[in-house]
């Protein structure tokens, strides 16, 4: 079965700075990868996601990359601001009807200002 | 109301005791699902409900019991759970079969067992 890998577990940086997380996965058959953002005492919620026919997608400071031959993909958010602090985490399906996600362990972003 | 709820969010209590979760997802989706999360531990899949019908079960003890009524709601049934049984409970509901099976997920309900 899958297994997806995230690193690091946490990460601080200074506001207005760039924070990249980074995931791997090894099942070559997933081709959907969901970014999840779960702020303290809520469900994740759904800030990007890339599918394996596209190499990387945007929006607005947020944007993922995916490098099927590697199998692993990453988080990339640019000036950075104390409200994007939370715990992040990515997730690969092979996305057949009925599959469910398959989650990294998450990484805690702190950004202070 | 929109997305999805979870009901309670908050519910501590004792190993002899019967608790039920409730979700329901106000989305028009056709797939729910019931994940632990648990500290320093990625979301472990419980169970997945496919147009009412459950299709997957990830070896959970019988001491969690799933209900699907209809598509819109879920149900976890709890009986004679043990401490390391505390955890956050999350549902979540997908759209299947259409080429974009993003999970949308509630606030979770907090689990504490005495």
């Known amino acids: 079965g899958e297994n997806v890998e995230q690193h690091p577990s946490t990460l601080s940086v200074q506001e207005g700075d760039s924070a990249v997380i980074k995931c791997t996965y090894s099942d070559s058959a997933s081709n959907y990868f969901p970014w999840y953002k779960q702020e303290l005492g809520k469900g994740p919620q759904l800030i990007i996601d890339i599918r394996s026919n596209v190499g990387e997608k945007k929006d607005q400071r947020i944007a993922v990359t995916l490098n099927k031959t590697a199998k692993h993909f990453s988080l990339h958010i640019t000036e950075t601001q104390p409200e994007d602090s939370a715990v992040y985490f990515c997730a690969a399906s092979p996305n057949q009807a009925g599959t469910a996600l398959i989650f990294g362990k998450g990484t805690t972003l702190s950004v202070s200002s | 109301e929109t997305g999805v709820t979870q009901t309670p969010r908050h519910l501590v209590m004792g190993m002899t005791n019967k608790k039920s979760l409730k979700c329901e997802q106000h989305?028009?989706?056709?797939?729910m699902y019931w994940y632990k999360q648990s500290a320093k531990k990625p979301l472990e899949l419980m169970f997945v409900y496919n147009f009412k019908e459950q299709t997957e079960n990830n070896s959970v003890p019988s001491r969690f019991s799933p209900e699907c009524p209809n598509s819109s709601h879920l149900f976890l049934h709890l009986h004679t759970l043990q401490p390391e049984d505390s955890a956050l409970y999350l549902c979540?509901?997908?759209?299947?079969?259409?080429?974009?099976?993003?999970?949308?997920f509630g606030p979770g309900t907090r689990l504490l067992v005495l």
């Open positions: 989305l028009g989706h056709n797939a």
């Open positions: 979540a509901s997908s759209q299947e079969g259409t080429g974009k099976e993003t999970q949308y």
